[in-house]
C-alpha cells in the first residue's frame, strides 16, 4: 500500500513539473506580457495579425524595462537635436517573441500608418521614441512642433527624399503612434498580392511598391481595409480616377492644391512620370 502510494506521489510530482514547464515554456515563446486593458493614455496598443496571441497593452514602464538606447536624436519637425531614450524596434519585437522576419504596422491617433517590413528594419534601424533628457516622462510635446506623442517612430540609416526605393522617408516617421501590428509581410500586404494583383507587370510592381511606402499611409486599400484613414478616399476609390481621368490622376499626385484650395495631402513634386504612371498602372488592376 504504502509501494502504491510512493508510486503515486511520484507521477503526481512528474505531471505536476511537466504542466509547470509547459507554461513556463509557453510563456517563454510568446514573449513580454501584455495588460488586457489600457490603463494610461500612454499605453502602447500592440495587436498580432496572425490572432494566435490575444493582443494588449505595454506601459511606457515597461517598454523603458527593455534593452533601450541613449543616443543624440534629430527632430526634424522642430528643426533640433535631443538628447532621447529610444527602443530599437527589432529589440520590441524580440521581447513579444517574434523574429526579424516580422512587418510592422504602426497606427497614429489621426489615423496615420506607417508600414515597416523585415528588409527596411534591418537596414534603417527603426526605432520608437520613449523620453526625451529635460522633460516630464512621456512629455513628447514640443515648442514649435506638434506633440508626437504618445509615442514617435524614426530611423537611424539616412534617406534622401525623392530616393528610388523609399522617395518619401518622412513617412517612416510618425508621430502620435498609440498602435502596432505584427504580422508575416504575406498576411498583412494580403489584398494587395492577391485576385487581380497577384500577377502584376514590373512597372505595377514599382507602382505597388510605392503604394505601400507612401499613399497607404493616408489612404486604406478598401473601406475598412489596410492603410491610413487620413484621407476618406480609398484606393478603390482613387482606381477610377486611375482608369478613366490620367491628367486629373498626375495633378492630384504632384500637386493637389492646384485642384483642391484647402487640401490636406502634401505635393509630391519630386515624382517623376514614370512614377506617377506605375501607381496609375496598379490601382488600374482593381474590378471595375
Not at 28 to 54: K, N, T, W
Not at 243 to 258: G, I, L, S
Request: hydrophobic share 40%; aromatic share 12%; charged share 25%.
Amino acid at each position: 500500500m504504502r509501494k502504491k502510494q510512493l508510486k503515486s506521489n511520484f507521477f503526481t510530482i512528474v505531471a505536476l513539473t511537466l504542466t509547470l514547464s509547459s507554461g513556463l515554456l509557453c510563456q517563454a515563446s510568446e514573449g513580454l506580457e501584455l495588460a488586457p486593458e489600457r490603463m494610461d493614455e500612454g499605453d502602447l496598443e500592440v495587436r498580432f495579425a496572425d490572432r494566435a496571441r490575444p493582443g494588449g497593452f505595454l506601459s511606457r514602464e515597461a517598454l523603458l524595462a527593455l534593452p533601450v538606447e541613449e543616443r543624440e536624436l534629430y527632430i526634424p519637425y522642430v528643426d533640433a537635436h535631443f538628447s532621447a531614450t529610444i527602443l530599437p524596434l527589432s529589440e520590441l519585437l524580440s521581447a513579444l517573441g517574434k523574429d526579424a522576419e516580422s512587418s510592422v504596422l504602426s497606427y497614429s491617433y489621426d489615423g496615420y500608418v506607417s508600414f515597416y517590413p523585415p528588409e527596411f528594419t534591418a537596414e534603417y534601424a527603426p526605432f520608437i521614441l520613449l523620453e526625451l533628457e529635460g522633460f516630464a516622462s512621456g512629455d513628447l510635446n514640443l515648442e514649435g512642433g506638434p506633440d508626437l506623442g504618445p509615442y514617435y517612430i524614426t530611423f537611424a540609416g539616412e534617406i534622401e527624399k525623392g530616393s528610388e526605393v523609399y522617395p518619401d522617408p518622412d513617412n517612416k516617421r510618425p508621430f502620435g503612434v498609440n498602435q502596432i501590428t505584427i504580422g508575416a509581410y504575406d498576411h498583412l500586404m494580403a489584398p494587395l498580392y492577391s485576385g487581380r494583383f497577384a500577377d502584376l507587370t514590373p512597372i505595377q510592381q514599382s507602382g505597388r511598391h510605392l503604394w505601400i511606402h507612401n499613399c497607404m499611409s493616408c489612404h486604406a486599400w478598401t473601406e475598412g481595409g489596410v492603410g491610413g484613414d487620413l484621407s476618406n478616399r480609398t484606393a478603390e476609390f482613387i482606381s477610377i480616377h486611375a482608369r478613366h481621368n490620367r491628367r486629373y490622376f498626375y495633378d492630384m499626385v504632384r500637386d493637389p492644391a492646384k485642384l483642391i484650395s484647402d487640401v490636406k495631402m502634401p505635393n509630391h513634386h519630386h515624382y517623376e512620370d514614370a512614377q506617377i504612371e506605375a501607381i496609375r498602372l496598379f490601382l488600374r488592376q482593381f474590378p471595375r
